[in-house]
């Protein structure tokens, strides 16, 4: 028997739902529904992002100042502006509300969100001119998007059949604002306070995504899209064993489909593969999100809340195996040549820890080269088969590799910045397909210094 934990876990299922998800009246139904399906299997926490388009909209009064008589980008004045605010955000959310709401649970969604249009105005109006009161205040402002949403989809999942309500901020964060860093020790605190006493009573708890908590309670936000991240850290203190991230995309792509036509559902992927597509810029995750996944075990799966048949991406510790999950793009590569290293030219790649590649070295003089190169990235397990057939199909197609190897992501191939659509195209068409031979493991000691000039 499991020693691992000393009390029974909830074990609750994560649903997070991006803004796409409630872009709408219609899509909170739909939503709310597929919450109320699952919570009659077991106990359910919902994390959700604002209606789509609220982040900017909101981060665009953020950006004027507390105090004085600004303008928007519109030339409106102020009290206009914040009129019109008021007025655009009430339609939006009041309708979506009246479209998902039952009669019966409407009346308190609709107190809650001329309540929270109050409270924003209010923050918009108020905080100090130092640079760390704005920052505080531009958190204050950017989480109304969430906390209006969360009120709107508790209301729409009662009204579906299952009780739900809006829990009290769970995520514990440091101090810094906007981007701040999850701090799993409080967040196991405030969750096991504002999330589990509503489970244990048989309700779903509706969570605002993006929002943290500060040691001294302050406002913060975990960066633009954070509420991925949000869903596996409140998975990770809950002691949950699924998260889902629900979207409008069938899961994780193996390219994205504005520059690949034919890219694919990637159906399974390991937790450092799902990072390095998130972290070299695969737009459907943020780069975060499986940190708190892969400490605590978490199975992820990314799938379509407009599509439920669709069994999405599963992400989880398992490496699917060898060969090439998918292909990203990253513009604006300098290759650099580093000072002080023997003639012979040595390539050395940083920044493949996941949050991108920025540099690559280059044996010789220390001086930068302008960033007219890109590197085309195909994250997975690659052995030397794939190596030597991107170089040779990209040769094929008169594309000059500047550089070519194995990396820590998978295989990196550097191509001038103008070939750098073509090169993507064509590995991603020639390279998907190809699964290295049982024998041949990838060892990418022997192979991360290996250059093709
Ligand atoms: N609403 C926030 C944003 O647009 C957070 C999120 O959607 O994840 O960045
Ligand atoms: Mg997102």
Known sequence: ?????????????????????????????????????EALGRPVVVVVSAMSGTTDTLLGYAGTTAGGDDRTSTGATREG??????????????????????????????????????????????????????????????????RLSACILAGAIASAGAP???????????????????DSGRTRE???GNVVPLLEAGEVAVVPGFVGRSPEGGQTTLGRGGSDLSATALGAALGSREVWICSDVDGVLDADPALVGGARLVPRLSYREASSMAGLGAKVLHPKTMEPA??????VTVRSTFNRNCAGTCVCSREPGSGIRGVVLRRGVSLVRESGVPETPVF??????????????????????????????????????????GISVLGKRGITVCWAGLCSDGLLFVVDGDDARSALETLHGSLLGIRSGDGETADEGSYSVEGVA
Not at 164 to 178: C, K, M, N, Q, R
Request: overall charge negative; charged content about 25%.
């Open 1 to 37: 028997m499991s020693q691992r934990s000393r009390e029974p876990s909830l074990e609750p299922l994560v649903i997070k739902f991006g803004g796409t998800s409630v872009g709408g009246g219609a899509e909170f139904v739909r939503a709310a529904r597929m919450v109320a399906d």
């Open 81 to 146: 502006s914040l009129a019109e605010l008021h007025r655009t955000l009430a339609e939006r959310h009041l309708s979506a509300a009246r479209h998902a709401v039952s009669e019966e649970h409407l009346p308190p969604v609709e107190e809650r969100i001329y309540e929270l249009l109050g409270g924003l105005l209010e923050a918009i109006a108020s905080g100090g001119e130092t640079p760390e009161a704005r920052r505080a205040r531009r958190a204050e402002i950017a989480v109304y998007g969430e």
């Open 164 to 182: 739900a309500a809006v829990a009290g901020d769970p995520i514990a964060t440091d101090a810094a604002h906007a981007e701040a860093e999850v």
């Open 190 to 192: 405030r969750a096991a």
């Open 294 to 299: 892969r400490a605590a075990g978490i199975e």
């Open 348 to 389: 050395r790649m940083l920044g493949s820890s996941g949050y991108g590649v920025d540099y690559l070295l280059h044996a010789g003089d220390g001086e930068r080269e302008p960033a007219g190169h890109a590197a085309v990235v195909c994250v997975g397990s690659p052995g030397c088969d794939e190596l030597s057939a």
